[in-house]
């Protein structure tokens, strides 16, 4: 079993609250990503990480933001929460080097009403 | 246009069937290829890495062809808990993965 943790796995809000998902992983992996996925749909890349202090957005338009000041830790925040972002959030992470693993969290599913 | 295209299914298959499921990738400088396994409501996890030569992981068999740009999945004699849905993923830029939107497999008794 992989050792990556999110928190909250479910969470419900009302428009305007500001929200932030937990990632975090012991397995003390250099890459982290979070990817959104709707029902259905494919997952979406919309942030990923090399390391701690480095962030780039994916390609998929967000307007989370994200931060890694510790290896292990890789929070995505939405300052305010809209309908649209209604969705699962999946946060990943893999070793560095060429092996193509992701680890994958059980998700955080966002319903903002 | 997407990265990666899959035929979303679903696939209704008997129990001991053999069953394939196909995709195409847009970027001829794809790295790296995968079949990942997604449970309903699940995160997905790997099932397993594609390499050029093709391999194969019991019931389960990749095959890659780069020209056609073009990657499949077979299953034999499948078995209930293989109900899922597939994944095919694409690795390229070192670190970006492009994920399908997924063929659903229904296996019945």
């Known amino acids: 079993e992989a050792d990556i943790y999110q928190t909250p796995r479910y969470l419900v809000i009302g428009t305007g609250k500001k929200i932030t998902l937990e990632c975090s992983q012991t397995?003390?992996?250099?890459?982290m990503y979070w990817y959104q996925q709707d029902p259905g749909m494919e997952l979406h890349l919309i942030h990923y990480?090399?390391?701690?202090?480095?962030?780039e957005k994916g390609d998929l338009s967000s307007e989370s933001t994200v931060s890694r000041i510790r290896t292990e830790h890789f929070p995505l925040t939405l300052e305010s929460a809209r309908p649209s972002h209604t969705s699962q959030y999946l946060c990943a992470s893999r070793i560095r080097g060429d092996t193509g693993e992701l680890f994958f969290g059980e998700g955080s599913r966002l319903t903002v009403l | 246009r997407k990265e990666v295209e899959q035929d979303p299914g679903p696939f209704n298959v008997p129990e001991g069937a053999t069953v394939a499921f196909n995709c195409t990738y847009s970027?001829?400088?794809?790295?790296?290829f995968f079949w990942y396994r997604q449970d309903c409501r699940k995160e997905p996890k790997l099932l397993m890495s594609?390499?050029?030569s093709g391999n194969e992981d019991g019931r389960f068999t990749a095959q890659l062809n780069r020209a056609s740009q073009y990657i499949s999945l077979l299953i034999r004699d499948s078995k209930l808990s293989d109900s899922a849905t597939y994944l095919c993923?694409?690795?390229?830029?070192?670190?970006?993965?492009?994920f399908g939107s997924g063929t659903k497999l229904n296996v019945k008794p």
């Open positions: 993923v694409v690795r390229y830029n070192f670190n970006k993965f492009y």
């Open positions: 990480s090399y390391g701690v202090n480095s962030t």
């Open positions: 970027n001829s400088a794809s790295q790296s």
């Open positions: 397995m003390g992996h250099d890459k």
């Open positions: 594609v390499y050029s």
